[in-house]
């Protein structure tokens, strides 16, 4: 079965300081990795991928993620954040012999103080 | 990546009735799917969207209370039975091309909400 935990619910940073959200996931195979962002009445977008390339994972706006398959982890990052990237993030995990079904974590709402 | 719209954007309806949502993308997709957002909630597959055949529906979801059709590679609609304020949620479908691709987009979501 597959399942992510988004360990933390809520992220408050500072405006240029460093950014992490943190996402465990559960697999029976090999699996994908997303992270999306939402805005805001908003739709979803798709900040980066895993997909058993590169471990260490550039997506847009600066962020990045490292697959780290003893720690079946995904985890998030950016070296300084921007007001903009206030909003609310969600790790997902798919795999090819599940039909390539996305299982959503909970979510994590990042705010960005000035 | 690909356009996908969905209509209506949000909608504002009465307990007991249906409503149905559509989900068009421009250009021809393998895999189509439906999700619900629930108030500040993650988002949850209800089902896959098949072309020509029934949809494949998620534990906890039944085609009595959201039936799904997806005509052709480039739409499909679900729709919300005998609604319920427990039925207020976003609905968004998303689709991809390929297994090998694995990626999905997502449309922007409806906005229902049931009194």
């Known amino acids: 079965a597959q399942s992510v935990t988004q360990l933390d619910s809520h992220v408050s940073v500072s405006e240029g300081t460093p950014v992490l959200l943190r996402c465990n996931y559960s697999?029976?195979?090999?699996?994908?990795l997303f992270w999306y962002v939402q805005h805001p009445n908003k739709g979803l977008q798709l900040l980066l991928k895993y997909t058993s390339a590169a471990t260490l994972v550039k997506g847009i706006n600066g962020f990045e993620a490292e697959f780290k398959k003893s720690e079946t982890s995904f985890h998030l990052t950016k070296p300084s954040a921007h007001m903009s990237d206030a909003a609310e993030y969600f790790c997902v995990v798919s795999d090819l012999n599940n039909f390539n079904k996305f299982y959503f974590g909970s979510g994590t709402k990042l705010n960005v103080k000035p | 990546s690909a356009v996908i719209s969905q209509k209506p954007s949000r909608d504002i309806c009465q307990r007991g009735t249906s409503l149905t949502i559509q989900c068009q993308v421009d250009?021809?997709?393998?895999?189509m799917f439906w999700y619900r957002q629930q108030p500040g909630q993650s988002l949850t597959l209800i089902a896959t969207?098949?072309?020509?055949?029934?949809?494949?529906?998620e534990s906890g979801f039944v085609i009595d209370k959201f039936p799904i059709s997806r005509p052709n590679l480039t739409f499909s609609t679900l729709t919300v039975s005998n609604m319920s304020p427990e039925d207020s949620s976003i609905y968004l479908c998303s689709v991809g091309w390929d297994r090998a691709y694995n990626e999905q987009f997502f449309g922007p979501g409806t906005r229902l909400t049931v009194l």
């Open positions: 250009s021809q997709v393998t895999m």
């Open positions: 697999s029976s195979y090999s699996p994908s």
């Open positions: 969207a098949n072309q020509g055949s029934e949809a494949t529906y």
